[in-house]
């Protein structure tokens, strides 16, 4: 099949050759035998990098290289206890560094999955919509305006049909179809006019297409090679962390080389002083903290999925927690997307609807009384109109449930025909489709042309007001007259009664046609119309999108409703939302087309219901949005929603009516199409947000305890506290596994009422940074009282005399003289006081403003396993027999221990006390 030039082939024949069935597709048996013998439908991937490259990876890392080094120059000293601890530490490192990675990718690659396509095919004689990766040779694709063309296709039908094949050809104008035969088989991809190509997307129309290849086998296959893209996305966050990072690294190099010529200058070993600054250089440097920012977008983003919520570009997590304006669609977003027909106007009068849902169980009546064989009559009429120019099917499932597929507003008039015997499929025997002028959004209306044994047939249907225009003549029990304004203003007012109601309303019109003008310009057959009636359906506001509206309200994040229906219908939702409120208001298409874009600038803040908008619209109020500096969410669903889309700072698209295009136009996708699980994702951006700063804010003020540590001791001439391998210990035993805990953590029960962050704002601002020196201050005194007190307590000093100590001991030392002591005990207890600090400092970060009393002690139990996990490490090698010569401890004993946490909780201890003198404060001017 590689080789056949399907646009050649008449589409009788094609169908032969590929066995196949044009009116039901083929079986499910068929199409998973044809699965199995073709394989899937896509591209071969590039391969990733393999598990032992990314291990590998982890080598690869200028502190590593340090610390190799520092293991070399040990073992060519014959210091073979420092080389094989850096060289253990070194492997246990890319260890973890590798699970975190590791773990990161297959969670990264589980969601592109979720995200691929789906595409309508016909089996088995009916539609069904199946992931495009299971498409096969002699499928039935059904192809309509936003559709991503899954696979090479022969065309079957075409009804309007163009596609842009700029992926393929360059040439950016979409190209018309046909279903025609081509002669030449040398033609280039671009002039075959009869077939469809992977890649490509359909800009307008509809048609159905007969599957000729897929996967590699496929145009976009042949070169896949050459467009396959390469790189991995990297978020503004982890861009500025690069950055910081490399100002961190000379920052510390200066201090460790201070450090190192004090070690020198106090006439150290040269060994031990170059340990220990490498040491010190390993434990300045937060190497772990890239990993543990990627480790917690991915957590982000699995977590948004269970939230409905799927993250297409990773960069877009960091740019939720920002968000400050919300632009949303109403239906299906804000609304139920549920539509019930309740009442239809059609001869004059109100007929009202009973029954819920798309189940077509139901009665027609008029004021409260059963309808005449006249009214009955013209009813029939307008649903039969309704009927034909429909795209929505509607199905009855195993479990007696009835299940539309296509547009809800469709299948509303679909089931509302049913309950009246009026049946799409034997409608569409007796008069078979045409041709279709496709609904958009700037047209506001469709229309369809059918075959009637006599001639041709236009139904149109849209908005009301966009209808009547095209009419000229009315249908009135049974007979077509004139139309006069008596009559236009009759409609146009019940129409508003209905609007006004929160009633969505559609019009519909119809006229016969003579086939010599079937194939003239949409204006010349949307002409002349006959008015039939309206359709009035309801689609109920979503019960939870009130609550997310006041969600954003206390967030500081304005909403705003955007919607193609009338100005009364939106006006009735947005108070029922709460989103109007004295000073805002609502404008529609006409009002928004007389402001200039400096006008609009200007108000857009005050406007917060759009209504009778077109995609074009959408793009000028993001604009405005942007300029007055705000960070913009849009939601979209249709192909003319893409540009829009596209311009926001977030783009969002609706999983279930999106259409693919602007699915990848997007950067998230709302997979049940609810405005709730858009806040869902704000308030999960900021959490990720929040979690990744809680790790920096972690490891920075725990290295800053260890640098301050080691730079006191040598300025006051001590007795270095820590030895260096203690202080590589310390990097794995206490910074790793919290610092990834953290970023597991819950997200803050009052993180929407906080105002949005600004986008500019620093990671680690003034506040944060002094915070970090700060905490890092208490853990170095904490360390070094902890050391000198059992200096003390083990010298020959007359206890309770400690003044008289640091006046015979302490300044003697400092000037150059010798501490006396339990040296070893000091250092083992100034070894732990370090780590168990630190743990106690972990959960002080898991909430800047409020106690862990507040939060609840066990709402993070990852914390609690890392932090425990960690601590009988710490104890295991204090009395393990083969780690003592290792990292040069003395078993401690129960007194030991009670100096150990008493220090170790002072940071604790004072870190929530500020807490609650803070709150006190707040209290206090609150």
């Given at each position: 099949?590689?080789?056949?030039f399907?646009?050649?082939?008449?589409i009788?024949?094609?169908i032969?050759?590929?066995s196949?069935n044009a009116?039901?597709?083929?079986s499910?048996?068929e199409?998973e035998?044809r699965l199995?013998?073709?394989?899937?439908?896509?591209?071969?991937?590039?391969e990733?990098v393999?598990?032992?490259?990314?291990f590998?990876?982890?080598?690869?890392?200028?502190?590593v290289?340090?610390?190799?080094?520092?293991?070399?120059?040990?073992?060519?000293l014959?210091?073979w206890v420092?080389a094989?601890a850096i060289?253990?530490?070194?492997?246990i490192?890319?260890?973890?560094g590798f699970?975190?990675?590791y773990?990161?990718?297959k969670?990264l690659?589980?969601?592109?999955?979720?995200?691929a396509?789906s595409?309508?095919v016909?089996?088995d004689?009916?539609?069904h919509?199946?992931?495009?990766?299971?498409?096969?040779p002699?499928?039935i694709?059904l192809?309509?305006?936003?559709?991503?063309?899954?696979?090479?296709?022969?065309?079957?039908?075409?009804f309007s049909?163009r596609?842009?094949?700029a992926?393929?050809?360059?040439?950016?104008?979409?190209?018309?179809?046909?279903?025609?035969?081509l002669h030449?088989?040398?033609?280039?991809?671009?002039?075959r006019?009869?077939?469809?190509?992977?890649g490509?997307?359909?800009?307008?129309g509809?048609?159905?297409?007969?599957?000729a290849s897929t996967g590699?086998?496929?145009?976009l296959g042949?070169?896949?090679?050459?467009?396959q893209e390469a790189?991995k996305e990297e978020?503004p966050?982890?861009r500025?962390l690069?950055v910081?990072g490399?100002?961190l690294v000379y920052?510390?190099?200066?201090i460790?080389t201070?450090?190192?010529l004090?070690?020198?200058?106090?006439?150290?070993p040269?060994?031990e002083?170059?340990?220990m600054?490498?040491?010190?250089?390993?434990a300045?440097?937060?190497?772990?903290?890239?990993?543990?920012?990627?480790?917690?977008l991915?957590l982000g983003?699995q977590?948004?999925?269970k939230?409905?919520?799927?993250?297409r570009?990773l960069?877009?997590v960091?740019?939720?927690?920002?968000t400050t304006?919300?632009?949303?669609?109403?239906?299906?977003t804000?609304?139920?997307n549920e539509?019930?027909?309740?009442k239809?106007?059609?001869?004059?009068?109100?007929?009202d609807v009973?029954?819920?849902?798309y189940?077509?169980e139901?009665?027609?009546s008029?004021?409260?009384m059963p309808?005449?064989?006249?009214d009955l009559?013209?009813?029939?009429?307008l649903?039969e109109i309704?009927v034909?120019?429909?795209?929505?099917?509607?199905?009855?499932?195993?479990?007696?449930?009835w299940?539309?597929?296509?547009?809800?507003?469709?299948?509303?008039?679909?089931?509302?025909?049913a309950?009246?015997?009026?049946?799409k499929?034997?409608?569409?025997?007796?008069l078979?489709?045409?041709?279709?002028?496709p609904?958009?959004s700037?047209r506001?209306k469709?229309s369809t042309v059918?075959n009637?044994?006599?001639?041709?047939l236009?139904?149109e249907?849209?908005?009301p007001?966009v209808i009547?225009?095209d009419?000229t003549?009315i249908?009135v029990d049974?007979e077509?007259r004139?139309?006069?304004?008596?009559?236009?203003?009759?409609i146009?007012?019940e129409?508003?009664?209905?609007a006004?109601?929160?009633l969505?309303?559609?019009?519909v019109?119809?006229k016969?046609?003579?086939?010599?003008?079937a194939n003239?310009a949409?204006?010349v057959?949307?002409k002349?119309?006959?008015f039939?009636?309206?359709?009035?359906?309801?689609?109920?506001?979503r019960p939870?999108?009130?609550d997310?509206v006041?969600?954003?309200?206390?967030?500081?994040i304005?909403?705003?409703?955007?919607?193609?229906?009338?100005k009364?219908t939106?006006?009735?939702?947005?108070?029922?939302?709460?989103?109007?409120t004295?000073?805002s208001k609502?404008?529609d298409?006409v009002?928004l087309?007389?402001l200039?874009?400096?006008?609009l600038?200007?108000e857009?803040?005050k406007?917060a219901v759009y209504?009778?908008?077109?995609?074009?619209?959408?793009?000028r109020?993001?604009?405005a949005w942007?300029k007055r500096?705000?960070?913009?969410?849009m939601?979209?669903?249709?192909?003319?929603?893409?540009p829009?889309?596209?311009?926001?700072?977030?783009?969002?698209?609706?999983g279930?009516?999106?259409?693919?295009?602007?699915?990848?136009?997007?950067?998230?996708?709302?997979?049940?199409d609810?405005?709730?699980s858009?806040?869902a994702?704000?308030?999960e951006g900021r959490?990720?947000y929040d979690?990744?700063?809680k790790?920096?804010?972690?490891?920075?003020s725990?290295n800053?305890?260890?640098?301050l540590?080691m730079?006191?001791?040598?300025?006051?001439n001590?007795?270095?506290p820590l030895?260096?391998?203690?202080?590589l210990?310390?990097n794995?035993a206490?910074?790793?596994?919290p610092a990834?805990?953290l970023?597991?953590?819950?997200?803050d029960?009052?993180?929407m009422?906080r105002p949005?962050?600004?986008?500019?704002?620093?990671?680690?601002?003034k506040?944060?940074?002094?915070l970090?020196?700060?905490q890092?201050f208490?853990m170095?005194?904490?360390t070094?009282l902890a050391?000198l007190?059992?200096?003390?307590?083990t010298?020959?000093?007359?206890p309770?005399y400690?003044?008289?100590?640091?006046?015979?001991?302490?300044?003697?030392?400092a000037l150059?003289?010798?501490l006396?002591?339990d040296l070893?005990?000091a250092?083992?207890?100034a070894f732990?006081?370090?780590v168990?600090?630190?743990l106690?400092?972990s959960?002080?970060?898991?909430?800047a403003?409020?106690?862990?009393?507040?939060i609840?002690a066990f709402?993070?139990?990852?914390l609690?396993?890392?932090?425990g996990?960690s601590l009988?490490?710490?104890?295991?090698?204090?009395y393990?027999?083969?780690?003592?010569?290792?990292f040069?401890?003395?078993p401690?004993?129960?007194k030991d221990?009670?100096i150990?946490?008493?220090?170790s909780s002072?940071?604790?201890?004072?870190?929530?006390?500020i807490?609650?003198?803070?709150?006190?404060?707040?209290l206090k001017?609150s």
């Amino acid at each position: 099949m590689v080789d056949t030039f399907w646009h050649t082939i008449p589409i009788d024949e094609a169908i032969r050759d590929l066995s196949t069935n044009a009116d039901t597709g083929l079986s499910h048996t068929e199409a998973e035998g044809r699965l199995k013998k073709y394989g899937h439908n896509q591209l071969e991937e590039k391969e990733g990098v393999s598990p032992i490259m990314l291990f590998l990876g982890q080598f690869n890392d200028f502190i590593v290289w340090i610390l190799i080094a520092a293991a070399i120059v040990s073992g060519v000293l014959e210091e073979w206890v420092d080389a094989l601890a850096i060289i253990a530490i070194v492997i246990i490192n890319a260890i973890i560094g590798f699970i975190q990675e590791y773990r990161a990718e297959k969670s990264l690659a589980a969601l592109q999955k979720m995200s691929a396509p789906s595409s309508k095919v016909m089996r088995d004689g009916e539609v069904h919509s199946i992931p495009s990766r299971d498409i096969v040779p002699g499928d039935i694709v059904l192809l309509e305006a936003g559709d991503y063309v899954p696979a090479d296709g022969r065309l079957y039908s075409s009804f309007s049909l163009r596609t842009q094949e700029a992926s393929l050809t360059g040439e950016s104008t979409p190209v018309n179809k046909s279903t025609e035969t081509l002669h030449n088989p040398a033609l280039p991809i671009g002039d075959r006019e009869n077939m469809v190509f992977m890649g490509t997307s359909v800009t307008g129309g509809k048609g159905t297409c007969i599957v000729a290849s897929t996967g590699m086998q496929t145009e976009l296959g042949k070169i896949a090679g050459l467009i396959q893209e390469a790189g991995k996305e990297e978020t503004p966050l982890q861009r500025k962390l690069q950055v910081f990072g490399k100002k961190l690294v000379y920052l510390c190099l200066g201090i460790v080389t201070l450090v190192f010529l004090l070690e020198l200058w106090r006439n150290d070993p040269l060994l031990e002083a170059f340990l220990m600054s490498v040491s010190l250089a390993v434990a300045a440097i937060p190497e772990g903290l890239p990993a543990i920012v990627t480790i917690a977008l991915a957590l982000g983003v699995q977590r948004m999925v269970k939230r409905h919520v799927l993250i297409r570009k990773l960069p877009s997590v960091e740019t939720l927690g920002c968000t400050t304006v919300i632009c949303s669609d109403k239906t299906g977003t804000l609304t139920q997307n549920e539509m019930t027909v309740k009442k239809i106007f059609v001869s004059a009068k109100t007929i009202d609807v009973s029954g819920t849902g798309y189940a077509p169980e139901g009665n027609f009546s008029s004021n409260g009384m059963p309808l005449s064989e006249t009214d009955l009559q013209a009813l029939k009429k307008l649903l039969e109109i309704g009927v034909l120019c429909n795209n929505a099917h509607l199905k009855q499932h195993i479990n007696n449930t009835w299940k539309i597929i296509g547009d809800p507003t469709e299948g509303a008039i679909l089931s509302v025909a049913a309950k009246a015997g009026v049946w799409k499929e034997e409608l569409e025997k007796k008069l078979p489709l045409l041709s279709e002028i496709p609904f958009d959004s700037d047209r506001k209306k469709m229309s369809t042309v059918r075959n009637t044994p006599d001639s041709l047939l236009v139904c149109e249907k849209g908005a009301p007001d966009v209808i009547l225009k095209d009419c000229t003549k009315i249908y009135v029990d049974g007979e077509i007259r004139d139309l006069t304004k008596d009559d236009t203003h009759v409609i146009l007012n019940e129409n508003y009664k209905m609007a006004e109601a929160a009633l969505r309303v559609l019009g519909v019109a119809f006229k016969p046609l003579t086939r010599d003008i079937a194939n003239s310009a949409p204006d010349v057959i949307e002409k002349d119309m006959t008015f039939a009636g309206l359709f009035a359906m309801i689609d109920p506001p979503r019960p939870e999108a009130k609550d997310a509206v006041a969600t954003c309200h206390d967030a500081g994040i304005t909403t705003v409703m955007i919607t193609g229906d009338h100005k009364y219908t939106a006006r009735a939702i947005g108070e029922e939302l709460g989103l109007l409120t004295k000073e805002s208001k609502t404008i529609d298409g006409v009002a928004l087309d007389e402001l200039s874009d400096k006008d609009l600038e200007s108000e857009v803040s005050k406007i917060a219901v759009y209504a009778r908008v077109s995609a074009e619209h959408k793009l000028r109020i993001v604009k405005a949005w942007k300029k007055r500096g705000a960070v913009v969410a849009m939601t979209g669903d249709g192909v003319n929603d893409a540009p829009a889309i596209k311009e926001a700072s977030i783009g969002v698209s609706m999983g279930i009516t999106g259409t693919d295009v602007t699915k990848e136009a997007s950067d998230m996708v709302i997979t049940d199409d609810n405005f709730a699980s858009i806040v869902a994702a704000v308030e999960e951006g900021r959490g990720v947000y929040d979690n990744i700063k809680k790790a920096i804010h972690f490891l920075l003020s725990c290295n800053t305890g260890e640098i301050l540590t080691m730079l006191f001791s040598s300025i006051f001439n001590l007795p270095l506290p820590l030895f260096p391998i203690q202080i590589l210990w310390i990097n794995i035993a206490t910074d790793g596994l919290p610092a990834l805990a953290l970023g597991f953590d819950t997200v803050d029960p009052d993180i929407m009422k906080r105002p949005a962050r600004r986008s500019t704002e620093q990671i680690i601002d003034k506040n944060l940074g002094t915070l970090i020196i700060f905490q890092g201050f208490l853990m170095a005194i904490s360390t070094l009282l902890a050391y000198l007190y059992v200096m003390y307590y083990t010298s020959s000093a007359v206890p309770g005399y400690l003044y008289y100590w640091f006046l015979n001991e302490m300044i003697p030392c400092a000037l150059g003289g010798t501490l006396h002591g339990d040296l070893d005990r000091a250092r083992t207890v100034a070894f732990c006081v370090m780590v168990i600090s630190q743990l106690f400092h972990s959960f002080n970060c898991r909430n800047a403003r409020r106690s862990l009393f507040e939060i609840g002690a066990f709402t993070n139990k990852k914390l609690l396993l890392a932090t425990g996990l960690s601590l009988a490490m710490q104890v295991a090698i204090v009395y393990i027999p083969y780690s003592e010569d290792i990292f040069n401890v003395t078993p401690l004993r129960l007194k030991d221990w009670i100096i150990v946490f008493g220090f170790s909780s002072l940071i604790f201890i004072i870190t929530e006390m500020i807490k609650c003198f803070k709150k006190k404060e707040q209290l206090k001017y609150s």
